[in-house]
């Protein structure tokens, strides 16, 4: 009995070594409503750029700035290109954006000290959605603005 409780001692001594830290994104429902309010910048864009600038402090994901070029906006943009940071791992909520691709966007104030700063980041749980399946979405926010024009 004494050496299958070494035995098991040891098992789980080495799983613990091994193992790497559990991580999860786990998204309550929002709505439209506290969405917008709670993002500081709301506009549909296309990705024209998406740069990785480095890991988290985590060491588990990387952090991306995404380029925007911005064809309708409901709040929070003034030119006709906004850089947005993100994580690429769906895990630590980021959002995998593609090049190309257009998107609905909610966008806040980085809030994250420690990390490259653009001033807004976007997660998986901000409201933000793929076009064109966003568009109950923008219905309940109406008519965009915009893009804004080139000064």
Not at 28 to 54: P, Q, W
Not at 58 to 68: A, K, L, P, S
Not at 121 to 130: I, P, R, V
Request: contains cysteine; charged residues 15%.
């Amino acid at each position: 009995m004494k050496r299958f409780c070494v035995v098991g001692a040891l098992v789980v001594m080495t799983s613990l070594a091994y193992a790497k830290p559990a991580l999860a994104c786990s998204c309550s429902g929002g709505s439209v409503r506290g969405d917008f309010r709670a993002a500081d910048s709301v506009f549909m864009a296309k990705v024209a750029t998406i740069e990785a600038v480095g890991p988290m402090p985590n060491g588990h994901d990387r952090t991306v700035i995404v380029t925007f070029l911005i064809s309708g906006f409901w709040k929070g943009v003034v030119s006709q290109q906004i850089q947005v940071k993100t994580h690429l791992l769906g895990s630590t909520c980021g959002f995998p954006f593609q090049q190309g691709q257009e998107y609905l966007v909610f966008a806040a104030k980085t809030k994250i000290l420690g990390e490259p700063s653009v001033g807004l980041e976007t997660m998986a749980c901000t409201g933000l959605n793929e076009l064109p399946g966003a568009a109950s979405i923008i219905k309940q926010l109406g008519r965009p603005k915009g893009p804004p024009t080139a000064k």
